[in-house]
């Protein structure tokens, strides 16, 4: 099985269930500022150009949480998807969420301050990507109140997508106003099976090394 992607990208997300569920796999690095992912090599692999992409025999999978689903039902042995059928569409209703109304804003905050070249940023669009997120921080933070899942009593999918997804909101500096969803950030990194958060992901990049780690060091 290998797995094609890096921290401090959407990797984490399948890299947290690998860990989890403690599931040999070969971490591949993707060269994307320069170009790897356009390359005939990777798109191969994954003819959208991005990584997350897992390889896993004659299964090949990209987008991090259909590959995390995937781990976790073909190799979970009933942990981390709920049996009954309400919680199981929770689940799915949660992952949805944070993938669409909180990733895609701190999606085009990246791309309008990092990613894009300098001459096609566009810094209005920061501000209402910004807006934007924290509106959808709301719901999210009155229903983490006084919970320590997602969904149901034990954790699911959606605990390690939403942790991973949180962080990267923290990272830009929006759960300000969640003390609710930065407790859950911080229980959730404070398991053994944690990858690096973000933070650490970018300052090892900046340091000039890949960040191959698959756990967070302690």
């Known amino acids: ?8 990208t959407r990797a984490l997300r399948p890299i ?48 991090s949480a259909a590959i995390s689903l995937y781990l976790a039902e073909r190799y979970g042995n009933g942990r981390f998807i709920p049996d009954d059928v309400r919680a199981r569409a929770e689940m799915y209703q949660w992952i949805f969420f944070l993938v669409t109304e909180i990733e895609q804003p701190l999606w085009r905050d990246a791309l309008h301050t990092v990613i894009y070249p300098a001459h096609e940023r566009r810094p209005e669009e ?34 390690f997508i939403g942790a991973f997804t949180l962080d990267w909101a923290r990272e830009a500096g929006l759960l300000d106003a969640s003390p609710a969803l930065t407790a859950f950030v911080d229980r959730m990194y404070a398991r053994d099976t944690a990858p690096p958060t973000v933070a650490e992901g970018f300052a090892t990049l900046r340091a000039g090394a890949i960040p191959d780690r698959r756990r967070r060091p302690r």
């Open 126 to 159: 920061v501000a209402l990507a910004n807006r934007d997120c924290r509106r959808m921080l709301e719901p999210l933070e009155a229903h983490m109140k006084e919970r320590e899942w997602f969904v149901g009593t034990t954790s699911t999918v959606a605990d």
């Open 1 to 8: 099985m290998k797995l094609y992607g890096i921290p401090p």
């Open 16 to 63: 947290w269930l690998l860990n989890e569920l403690d599931l040999e796999c070969e971490i591949v690095p993707v060269d994307i500022p320069h170009g790897e992912h356009l390359g005939e090599a990777f798109l191969a692999v994954n003819p959208f150009g991005k990584i997350p992409a897992l390889v896993d025999g004659d299964v090949r999978i990209a987008e």
